[in-house]
């Protein structure tokens, strides 16, 4: 299973009763053997151009693990369906999710050290 990022730009007229739309985005990732982690609505945006006579769409954001043959048929489905105006499914660097967990962990590291001076000049 490799870790993917999907991004769904979700029809505007549609953000009132986004529920149907997600849940068919959601259980086409899972028919297809894919795990989502992390779902997030980052609402609705100006388009850069209208896409398919919409200068707006709904953005929604998915992290999902995918076993290999998934991609394709996900990608597939997704073109087809009538709520999704764009979707774009990239893979997760693996290098830049080390890189971040390292920078964290180093972050964390000087908070502590900042907060263990601040009590010993007490």
């Given at each position: 299973?490799?870790?993917?990022?999907?991004t769904?730009?979700?029809?505007?007229?549609l953000?009132?009763?986004?529920?149907?739309?997600?849940a068919?985005i959601?259980d086409?990732?899972?028919k297809?053997?894919g795990?989502?982690t992390?779902?997030?609505?980052?609402g609705?945006?100006?388009?850069?151009y209208p896409?398919k006579?919409?200068d707006?769409?709904?953005?929604?954001y998915?992290?999902?693990?995918l076993?290999a043959?998934?991609p394709?048929?996900?990608?597939s489905?997704?073109?087809?369906t009538?709520?999704?105006?764009r979707q774009l499914?990239?893979?997760?660097?693996e290098?830049?999710?080390?890189?971040?967990?390292?920078?964290a962990?180093r972050q964390?590291?000087?908070?502590?050290?900042?907060e263990?001076?601040?009590?010993?000049?007490?």
């Amino acid at each position: 299973m490799k870790n993917y990022e999907l991004t769904v730009l979700i029809h505007p007229d549609l953000e009132m009763n986004i529920e149907p739309a997600t849940a068919k985005i959601k259980d086409l990732i899972e028919k297809n053997g894919g795990k989502i982690t992390k779902e997030e609505n980052d609402g609705k945006k100006r388009l850069a151009y209208p896409i398919k006579g919409q200068d707006f769409a709904v953005y929604y954001y998915y992290e999902v693990e995918l076993p290999a043959d998934a991609p394709a048929k996900i990608e597939s489905a997704l073109n087809i369906t009538d709520e999704v105006l764009r979707q774009l499914l990239v893979t997760v660097d693996e290098r830049k999710l080390k890189y971040e967990a390292k920078q964290a962990a180093r972050q964390a590291n000087r908070v502590d050290a900042d907060e263990e001076e601040g009590s010993e000049e007490e």
